[in-house]
């Protein structure tokens, strides 16, 4: 009995660690959840107003609106995909995944930002052709999406790539986040942002070397966009896990506490008998003995 005790109440101390280790681990994704959503505004905003000035310098140009990079049929299909760097964010890794798998045509490149999406892939026998990791906190996010923005300007430049699409999750109030796929390149510079002011902006570059620079920076926009969106995704996703996972430990440490309480009320109840037995037996052992000795 006293073996048994002993081994529940080990285990629910260890319960109780868990719970402590899971409380820090939702308290970081609820913070790193609500510095995403305070910035996803601005990096949204940023775009919306990159993509009108870019439209502004076209308007510039002598042979007016036009596309880049220009589709002369070089390059591949490509795909980017912004996924979990970590674990702990239960299906939705999973449905990225099966996203990416989907959407990448025949012959197509596959990006990918995000150790634990790139792992995946692997063990689905889709190794990414290109990866980094996913920044984990919101200051390194703006400077994952330029180094995307970088190495995917370079490529779309000299013909490498293709088309290219953007796949990251977003985060929906109140329910799970959704996978959203975004074209990303090529670009209609007549278009990108909206519509321009009939006023011509005031411009210190050329306009044929001021298009190329807010094309590189617009692209750049999106993708820390996307980044961002996605970083929010991955911890709103980790918190559902991990909230459920507090639910669990909750009832699995009542559990223990009500196997604990039985334990130790079986045991008092044990010893009481045994005290009883012993006592009982004491005082026959006393009684007979004192009939022996009667005259």
Same mark, same amino acid.
Do not use: K
């Given at each position: 009995?006293?073996?048994?005790?002993?081994?529940?109440?080990?285990?629910?101390a260890s319960v109780e660690?868990l719970r402590a280790v899971?409380?820090?681990?939702?308290?970081?994704?609820?913070?790193?959840?609500?510095? !995403?959503? &305070?910035?996803?505004?601005?990096?949204? +905003?940023? %775009? =919306? $107003?990159?993509? #009108?000035?870019?439209?502004?310098? @076209? /308007?510039?140009?002598?042979?007016?609106?036009?596309?880049?990079?220009?589709?002369?049929?070089?390059?591949?299909?490509?795909?980017?995909?912004?996924?979990?760097?970590?674990?702990?964010?239960? !299906?939705? &890794?999973?449905?990225?995944?099966?996203? +990416?798998? %989907? =959407? $990448?045509?025949? #012959?197509?490149?596959?990006?990918? @930002? /995000?150790?634990?999406?790139?792992?995946?892939?692997?063990?689905?026998?889709?190794?990414?052709?290109?990866?980094?990791?996913?920044?984990?906190?919101?200051?390194?996010?703006?400077?994952?999406?330029?180094?995307?923005?970088?190495?995917?300007?370079? +490529?779309? %430049?000299?013909?490498?790539? #293709?088309?290219?699409?953007?796949?990251? /999750?977003?985060?929906?109030?109140?329910?799970?986040?959704?996978?959203?796929?975004?074209?990303?390149?090529?670009?209609?510079?007549?278009?990108?942002?909206?519509?321009?002011?009939?006023?011509?902006?005031?411009?210190?570059?050329?306009?044929?070397?001021?298009?190329?620079?807010?094309?590189?920076?617009?692209?750049?926009?999106?993708?820390?966009?996307?980044?961002?969106?996605?970083?929010?995704?991955?911890?709103?996703?980790?918190?559902?896990?991990?909230?459920?996972?507090?639910?669990?430990?909750?009832?699995?440490?009542?559990?223990?506490?009500?196997?604990?309480?039985?334990?130790?009320?079986?045991?008092?109840?044990?010893?009481?008998?045994?005290?009883?037995?012993?006592?009982?037996?004491?005082?026959?052992?006393?009684?007979?003995?004192s009939s022996v000795r009667?005259?």
């Open positions: 009995m006293a073996e048994r005790l002993a081994e529940v109440e080990a285990r629910r660690e899971t409380d820090a681990m939702r308290s970081l994704a609820a913070v790193r959840l609500q510095q !995403a959503l &305070a910035v996803i505004g601005g990096t949204r +905003a940023y %775009a =919306g $107003v990159i993509g #009108g000035a870019l439209v502004q310098a @076209v /308007g510039l140009l002598a042979e007016g609106p036009a596309r880049w990079p220009p589709q002369d049929g070089r390059g591949r299909p490509a795909t980017v995909l912004f996924g979990p760097e970590h674990g702990f964010v239960g !299906a939705f &890794a999973e449905r990225l995944a099966d996203s +990416a798998l %989907a =959407g $990448v045509p025949p #012959g197509g490149v596959l990006w990918v @930002v /995000g150790s634990r999406a790139a792992a995946l892939l692997e063990e689905r026998g889709r190794p990414p052709d290109w990866t980094i990791p996913m920044a984990t906190h919101t200051d390194a996010v703006t400077a994952t999406g330029r180094r995307v923005a970088e190495a995917l300007y370079r +490529a779309a %430049a000299d013909g490498t790539l #293709g088309t290219v699409a953007v796949l990251y /999750g977003r985060s929906a109030q109140g329910g799970a986040p959704e996978v959203a796929r975004d074209a990303l390149l090529p670009l209609d510079l007549g278009t990108a942002g909206g519509n321009g002011r009939a006023v011509p902006p005031l411009t210190n570059l050329p306009p044929a070397d001021l298009v190329p620079r807010m094309v590189d920076e617009y692209v750049f926009a999106l993708l820390a966009h996307a980044a961002m969106e996605s970083f929010a995704a991955e911890n709103a996703a980790r918190l559902a896990v991990l909230m459920a996972a507090r639910q669990n430990i909750d009832a699995t440490l009542d559990e223990l506490t009500g196997a604990v309480r039985r334990l130790r009320q079986e045991q008092i109840t044990t010893e009481l008998i045994e005290l009883a037995t012993g006592a009982e037996a004491l005082q026959n052992g006393i009684g007979n003995t009667a005259p």
